[in-house]
């Protein structure tokens, strides 16, 4: 593995690099650290989360005992 290479601390696989700016000193410098997990089976992939269910669709409102014409 090379020391350029990022890893998914969660899966293991590899990620891309990604820059951030870190103030030090009055002047904004570059930060290089691991991007975001793109492996959907992933605990740390910023998707939408496969253990949450859709939730069922609105009810149409009822009407408040007005009669239909």
Do not use: I
């Amino acid at each position: 593995m090379d020391s350029q290479d990022q890893v998914c601390p969660a899966c293991g696989q590899s990620v891309e690099r990604v820059v951030r700016r870190h103030k030090t000193l009055g002047a904004w410098v570059p930060v290089w650290g691991p991007g975001p997990c793109r492996n959907p089976d992933c605990a740390q992939y910023p998707g939408p989360s496969r253990t949450r269910e859709a939730s069922p669709p609105p009810s149409p409102p009822e009407s408040a005992g007005r009669p239909t014409p």
